[in-house]
């Protein structure tokens, strides 16, 4: 059934779009992240101008962290105080980075700097997180333990000043990284249409030393923030969050999301972090062949101001 | 609009010889003056049919006349960009703007231009998308530049991928001497707005009389409703896409409740 979408002014067909929008959210499911990283890279690939894609992800990712966010709240798994902190630096990053989106569309960088900073992040998170896990496995097959990480090396984030005592977590920490942490993932969330969750939540465990009970819950609120705001902000200044596009999406998104959280706990963990890392060096990949091999056409036609 | 529409329609059906000196008075018409795209739109085609009427002093030696019609769409200014290798990657260089041309733009004539009239005929009334003013700024500058420009050229070409820029010499069929029709096609992405019909009637090379038209291309139905909320309203817009977001998460955590 072909439906066409407004904003990214191209007839789709409904049941592509509802099957890419299951898979991601099976995915999503399955390793607990947003999925942005991938729905973002599958729109562009279907023909949607990334511009569009990035813009109508957001609230696609504000449905899912929504639906995330209420049950960890009823479990009393998220820390309001940590998601408050986080959230001054997400907001302002989040804006900053919808600023810099304006700018680079109108140099005429965007599509560029999209695809390069796909590359970028995704061949380190990807690549570190297969690496991780492969080493999990060889050692848990050597029938070594798995050595429980200790503090050490981050010792100067916990010298830092303004420290603050987040209750629910049971940590003490300085706000200053907490909101540096929640301006970067604003910022990247806002110029890639990604919520950010697949680099927040080890950030948030392995630096700053928030305990696992509240870490999924609590980026989940920053994740559902930003994007909010995120769509807002992409709907007033650039006119291209394509709210028809986005409702598929999360129908999609949220059915396929409680398929995969069930298949997802018939896996082991390190093996779904492996599994998570090479899907993610994947789409990473794509994205720097993409950007290495000669285009088919050499030339692009943009009507100033517009969409494609 | 409604305005516009009774123009284009009497425009239409009392068309008068732009040169009265000459014998010759076109009369034409389009089958449609408004056509509505919806949600399923998958293209149309127009028809434009009309006569050359002639009077008393029409010189008995005129055998056969040329035709021209040039359809030009909704006017916008358009960047082309130009990909090239820097440090290994394909990265937007150089760039043109074209300011003010159409966003559709058909060309069509019972036979090849070149036939129809001489160069400097066809240079000076555009006949061709070769001939057609498209203007640039270059730096400071405002001009056409020559056809074979590589931004002109892919200008039209990607144009002309979309369907949305056309030149078909054999279009205009003449069904009597005097009578004659042509299709006008509308792919699928067709932009929406008033559209302009130039037809120039040529005898023995030269210009004997043109007559304008027009229609109008409209879009209806929740898509678009959705699309001018968009530009117009961006705030509501984002709110509501927001709202509907949270409602679609909130719906799913209930649905799927486990405990």
Same mark, same amino acid.
């Given at each position: 059934m072909q439906l066409y979408l407004p904003i990214a002014d191209i007839p789709v067909n409904v049941f592509l779009i509802l099957a890419m929008g299951a898979a991601v959210g099976f995915v999503s499911g399955m390793f607990g992240i947003g999925g942005g990283f991938l729905m973002t890279p599958l729109l562009i690939f279907v023909g949607i101008a990334p511009a569009v894609a990035v813009a109508s992800v957001a609230s696609h990712i504000a449905a899912s962290s929504f639906s995330g966010a209420l049950s960890y709240w009823r479990r009393r798994a998220i820390d309001p105080a940590l998601a408050l902190v986080l959230l001054s630096g997400g907001t302002i990053g989040t804006a900053l980075g919808v600023w810099t989106f304006t700018l680079l569309r109108s140099l005429g960088q965007l599509d560029l700097m999209i695809a390069l900073s796909y590359v970028v992040l995704l061949t380190t998170v990807g690549g570190l997180m297969f690496w991780e896990g492969l080493r999990a496995i060889l050692r848990a097959r050597r029938g070594v333990p798995v050595p429980m990480r200790r503090?050490?090396?981050?010792?100067w984030i916990h010298g830092l000043p303004l420290k603050m005592r987040f209750k629910r977590s049971k940590i003490y920490l300085s706000v200053i990284p907490v909101i540096t942490v929640g301006l970067i993932i604003g910022f990247i969330g806002a110029v890639m249409?990604?919520?950010g969750g697949f680099i927040l939540v080890p950030i948030m465990i392995?630096?700053?030393?928030? @305990?696992? +009970?509240?870490v999924i819950g609590t980026s989940m609120v920053l994740t559902l923030v930003t994007m909010v705001f995120a769509t807002m902000l992409h709907a007033v200044?650039?006119?291209?969050?394509d709210a028809v596009l986005a409702l598929i999406l999360m129908v999609g998104g949220v059915t396929g999301a409680q398929f995969g959280a069930r298949a997802g706990q018939k896996i082991r963990g390190e093996h779904l972090r492996l599994l998570l890392g090479l899907l993610i060096l994947a789409v990473g990949i794509r994205f720097a062949i993409e950007l290495v091999i000669r285009p088919d056409d050499l030339f692009t036609i943009r009507e100033a101001g517009g969409a494609a | 609009m409604i305005l516009r529409v009774c123009l284009a329609a009497i425009g239409s059906l009392l068309v008068l010889a732009?040169? @009265?000196?000459?014998a010759e008075r076109l009369i034409v018409s389009v089958s449609n003056h408004r056509v509505t795209v919806t949600p399923n739109y998958s293209g149309e085609e127009l028809v434009l049919f009309g006569s050359v009427e002639k009077d008393a002093?029409? @010189? +008995?030696?005129?055998s056969s006349y040329d035709l021209v019609v040039t359809v030009s769409g909704p006017r916008a200014d358009m960047v082309t960009r130009r990909k090239e290798r820097k440090f290994g990657i394909w990265v937007n260089t150089d760039y043109r703007q074209f300011l003010n041309v159409p966003t559709y733009l058909a060309l069509f004539s019972n036979r090849p231009f070149d036939a129809i009239a001489s160069p400097e005929v066809e240079r000076r009334q555009q006949l061709g998308l070769n001939n057609v003013l498209l203007t640039q700024r270059v730096g400071s500058d405002y001009a056409d530049v020559v056809p074979n420009d590589a931004f002109r050229s892919a200008f039209v070409r990607l144009r002309a991928e979309h369907g949305l820029y056309r030149e078909e010499t054999s279009a205009v069929t003449f069904l009597t001497p005097t009578l004659f029709r042509t299709g006008i096609p509308l792919p699928a992405a067709v932009p929406i707005g008033t559209y302009d019909v130039e037809i120039k009637l040529f005898a023995d090379g030269v210009l004997i009389t043109k007559t304008e038209t027009a229609f109008e291309i409209v879009k209806v139905g929740f898509e678009q409703f959705v699309a001018t909320t968009a530009r117009q309203d961006g705030f509501v817009y984002g709110l509501v896409t927001a709202f509907m977001a949270l409602m679609t998460g909130w719906m799913a955590s209930i649905v799927f409740r486990k405990d």
């Open positions: 503090s050490g090396s981050h010792g249409g990604i919520g392995y630096i700053l030393r928030v @305990p696992t +009970a509240t200044t650039n006119h291209l969050v | 732009a040169t @009265p000196a000459r002093s029409t @010189p +008995a030696t005129r």
